[in-house]
């Protein structure tokens, strides 16, 4: 199994405004190609602008595929370019993750 674990920093004050977009333009278009996340959460303490969401695949490959071909869709590319004009976003991390040995999901 591969994780992949995204954690995105909106400006201050636009966090709701974001996911709102996010939640109308983006979520059914991206389970639709990545399947569904293993999370999706919104940061309670710490930095209150910032939120995170954990996608599964089994390997590098599977998800360079399914990646690719979201990046196709051209609905995901109207979603992109609504996020963009919007300017919400600050920052973006991407770890990929894989299990500990001791641990079997």
């Known amino acids: ?40 959460l919104q940061t309670e303490t710490g930095n209150v602008n910032s939120y995170t969401h954990i996608w599964i695949y089994q390997n590098a490959a599977d998800r360079e595929q399914r990646r690719a071909t979201l990046q196709r869709d051209p609905k995901w590319q109207d979603y992109l370019m609504e996020s963009a004009q919007a300017g919400y976003l600050l920052s973006q991390e991407t770890r990929l993750m894989v299990p500990t040995s001791f641990f079997k999901p």
């Open 1 to 40: 199994m591969l994780y992949d674990v995204r954690t995105y920093t909106c400006r201050a004050g636009t966090l709701k405004k974001h996911l709102s977009l996010y939640a109308q333009s983006g979520f059914d278009i991206q389970r639709h190609h990545l399947g569904e996340p293993l999370a999706y």
